[in-house]
C-alpha cells in the first residue's frame, strides 16, 4: 500500500531522523484521545474567552492578554501530548511514520501550523494594531490559528473512525463526538457575529424591531417612508437616502439561522455516516455549543441556551425512533428536515417567551421554519446521495433496449 503524500514528503526531508518503516499503523488508546480531546477542550475554551475580551471590553491592545496566554498554553500542552504519544511507540532510532497511530497523522500538518501560525499572529498585531471587534476574526494569522486548532482537535475522530465497529457505546464513541463538537464550534467562532445566539439573537426581538423604528427607513415594516426607490436601487443610495437598517440587520439574523442549520444537521450527519449514534450524542454537541456561545456576551443571552438542549434532546429522539425502523440514510433525512424546524420553533418560542419578545412578523419566522427544513435537506443530499445506477446495470439495460428496438424493427 503506497503511503500518504505527507508521510512520504517527511520521510524524505527528515530522512536521517525518520524513515517510513513497515507494517500496519497501530490505534491509540481512547484514554490517549480523551486526554486529547480534553487539552483540546482547553484550548477552545480558551479562544471563546478571548472572544469575551474582544466582545464586551475596549482598548485591548496587548498581545499578552490571559486569554492568549492561555490559548497558546493549550496548543503548546496539545503539541506535548501528541508527542509523548508518537514516542511511546517508537523502539529505535530512526522513527518510524507507521508507528505514529491512525488519525495522528494530522499533527504533520497541525503542528507545524500552530507553531507558525503564533510567531505570525504576534507579528500581525506588531504591523496592523488589534482590529476592533467585527475584524478580529478574520486576519490571516487568526485564521491559521482556528484551521491548525480545528485539526487538532479533529485527531480523535478520525483515530475513531478506523476503528472497527458501527454501533458503540456513548462512552466509547465520546471522545470522538466531542472532538466533533470542538471542530464545529471553531468553524462557528469564525462566523459567531452571524450567531442567532449571540449578536443575530437580538434582530428578532420586538425591543430590537422596535429600537430601529427610531430611524429612517426604506424598507422596514410600517415605516411609513416613501419608497422612491426600488430595492436594488435604494440599497447602493447610501448617504442621501433612508438606510435599510431593518433589511440588513434581517439578513444578518437570516443568515445566521441557516449557517446554523446546515453546520448542525452536516456534522450530526457526518457522525451519522459512519456510527449508529448512541443516544444523547445530539444532545451533548448541541448543549455543548449552546453553553459555549453564551460565553462570547458574558450570559447576557442565558435564555437561549434550553434552546439547543430541547433541540438536542428532539434531535435524539428523532434518530433513536426513526433508526428503528428505517436504515441510517432514511434516518438521517427525516432527522435533517425534521429537527432544524423544531430547533428554530423553540427558539422564536424562548425569545416571545422568556426574552424581548418577539419581533418579527411570521413572514419571517414561519419562512425561516421552512427555510432551515430546505437547508437540511440539501445537507442531507450530500451527507447522503443517492445511489447513482451501477455501469454495468447501465449497460446491461442499454444492451436490452437495443434488442427491444431490433424485434420492434423486423415486426417480432
Same mark, same amino acid.
Given at each position: 500500500?503506497?503511503?500518504?503524500?505527507?508521510?512520504?514528503?517527511?520521510?524524505?526531508?527528515?530522512?536521517?531522523?525518520?524513515?517510513?518503516?513497515?507494517?500496519?499503523?497501530?490505534?491509540?488508546?481512547?484514554? &490517549?484521545?480523551?486526554?486529547?480531546?480534553?487539552? #483540546?477542550?482547553?484550548?477552545?475554551?480558551?479562544?471563546?474567552?478571548?472572544?469575551?475580551? !474582544?466582545?464586551?471590553?475596549?482598548? /485591548?491592545?496587548?498581545?499578552?492578554?490571559?486569554?492568549?496566554?492561555?490559548?497558546?498554553?493549550?496548543?503548546?500542552?496539545?503539541?506535548?501530548?501528541?508527542?509523548?504519544?508518537?514516542?511511546?511507540? /517508537?523502539?529505535?532510532?530512526?522513527?518510524?511514520?507507521?508507528?505514529?497511530?491512525?488519525?495522528?497523522?494530522?499533527?504533520?500538518?497541525?503542528?507545524?501550523?500552530?507553531?507558525?501560525?503564533?510567531? #505570525?499572529?504576534?507579528?500581525? !498585531?506588531?504591523?496592523?494594531?488589534?482590529?476592533?471587534?467585527?475584524?478580529?476574526?478574520?486576519?490571516?494569522?487568526?485564521?491559521?490559528?482556528?484551521?491548525?486548532?480545528?485539526?487538532?482537535?479533529?485527531?480523535?475522530?478520525?483515530?475513531?473512525?478506523?476503528?472497527?465497529? +458501527?454501533? @458503540?457505546?456513548?462512552?466509547?464513541?465520546?471522545?470522538? =463526538?466531542?472532538?466533533?463538537?470542538?471542530?464545529?464550534? %471553531?468553524?462557528?467562532?469564525?462566523?459567531?457575529?452571524?450567531?442567532?445566539?449571540?449578536?443575530?439573537?437580538?434582530?428578532?426581538?420586538?425591543?430590537? /424591531?422596535?429600537?430601529?423604528?427610531?430611524?429612517?427607513?426604506?424598507?422596514?415594516?410600517?415605516?411609513?417612508?416613501?419608497?422612491?426607490?426600488?430595492?436594488?436601487?435604494?440599497?447602493?443610495?447610501?448617504?442621501?437616502?433612508?438606510?435599510?437598517?431593518?433589511?440588513?440587520?434581517?439578513?444578518?439574523?437570516? #443568515?445566521?439561522?441557516?449557517?446554523?442549520?446546515?453546520?448542525? %444537521?452536516?456534522?450530526?450527519?457526518?457522525?451519522?455516516?459512519?456510527?449508529?449514534?448512541?443516544?444523547?450524542?445530539?444532545?451533548?454537541?448541541?448543549?455543548?455549543?449552546?453553553?459555549?456561545?453564551?460565553?462570547?456576551? &458574558?450570559?447576557?443571552?442565558?435564555?437561549?441556551? @434550553?434552546?439547543?438542549?430541547?433541540?438536542?434532546?428532539?434531535?435524539?429522539? =428523532?434518530? !433513536?425512533? %426513526?433508526?428503528?425502523?428505517?436504515?441510517?440514510?432514511? #434516518?438521517?433525512?427525516?432527522?435533517?428536515?425534521?429537527?432544524?424546524?423544531?430547533?428554530?420553533?423553540?427558539?422564536?418560542?424562548?425569545?416571545?417567551?422568556?426574552?424581548?419578545?418577539l419581533g418579527w412578523e411570521p413572514t419571517i419566522w414561519v419562512g425561516m421554519l421552512t427555510s432551515s427544513a430546505g437547508v437540511g435537506f440539501a445537507v442531507s443530499l450530500l451527507a447522503f446521495p443517492s445511489r447513482a445506477p451501477d455501469r454495468l446495470d447501465e449497460e446491461a439495460r442499454d444492451v436490452a433496449v437495443e434488442a427491444?428496438?431490433?424485434? &420492434?424493427? +423486423?415486426? +417480432?
Open positions: 500500500m503506497k503511503p500518504p503524500f505527507g508521510f512520504a514528503l517527511v520521510a524524505r526531508v527528515a530522512s536521517p531522523l525518520v524513515k517510513l518503516g513497515d507494517g500496519p499503523r497501530p490505534f491509540s488508546t481512547l484514554r &490517549e484521545d480523551a486526554i486529547l480531546t480534553a487539552l #483540546a477542550g482547553w484550548t477552545l475554551i480558551s479562544l471563546f474567552w478571548d472572544g469575551i475580551t !474582544h466582545n464586551n471590553e475596549t482598548g /485591548q491592545d496587548s498581545f499578552w492578554s490571559a486569554a492568549h496566554i492561555s490559548m497558546y498554553l493549550g496548543l503548546a500542552a496539545i503539541g506535548v501530548w501528541i508527542l509523548i504519544v508518537l514516542l511511546r511507540r /517508537q523502539d529505535r532510532r530512526p522513527y518510524q511514520l507507521n508507528k505514529i497511530p491512525i488519525g495522528y497523522g494530522l499533527a504533520l500538518l497541525a503542528l507545524p501550523m500552530a507553531a507558525l501560525a503564533g510567531p #505570525a499572529d504576534f507579528i500581525w !498585531h506588531e504591523l496592523y494594531g488589534f482590529e476592533n471587534q467585527t475584524d478580529s476574526a478574520y486576519s490571516a494569522s487568526h485564521q491559521f490559528l482556528f484551521l491548525s486548532g480545528a485539526l487538532l482537535a479533529a485527531i480523535p475522530l478520525a483515530a475513531a473512525w478506523q476503528r472497527r465497529g +458501527v454501533a @458503540p457505546t456513548f462512552q466509547r464513541l465520546f471522545p470522538a =463526538i466531542a472532538a466533533a463538537t470542538l471542530v464545529l464550534a %471553531v468553524g462557528l467562532f469564525v462566523a459567531h457575529l452571524l450567531s442567532p445566539f449571540y449578536a443575530g439573537g437580538f434582530v428578532p426581538t420586538d425591543a430590537f /424591531q422596535n429600537d430601529i423604528t427610531r430611524y429612517p427607513d426604506g424598507y422596514a415594516p410600517g415605516s411609513n417612508v416613501d419608497h422612491v426607490d426600488a430595492m436594488a436601487q435604494a440599497l447602493v443610495h447610501y448617504g442621501d437616502r433612508p438606510w435599510p437598517y431593518y433589511f440588513y440587520s434581517t439578513m444578518a439574523a437570516v #443568515a445566521g439561522i441557516l449557517i446554523w442549520s446546515a453546520a448542525l %444537521v452536516g456534522m450530526t450527519l457526518y457522525l451519522l455516516r459512519r456510527w449508529r449514534l448512541p443516544l444523547g450524542t445530539v444532545t451533548f454537541m448541541w448543549s455543548a455549543l449552546g453553553f459555549l456561545f453564551a460565553m462570547i456576551d &458574558e450570559y447576557r443571552s442565558w435564555e437561549l441556551i @434550553p434552546v439547543l438542549i430541547l433541540g438536542g434532546i428532539a434531535g435524539d429522539l =428523532i434518530l !433513536h425512533r %426513526v433508526g428503528r425502523f428505517a436504515p441510517r440514510p432514511s #434516518a438521517g433525512r427525516i432527522f435533517a428536515i425534521a429537527a432544524p424546524p423544531i430547533l428554530w420553533a423553540l427558539y422564536f418560542l424562548d425569545i416571545e417567551v422568556l426574552g424581548d419578545g427491444d428496438e431490433r424485434r &420492434e424493427a +423486423v415486426g +417480432v
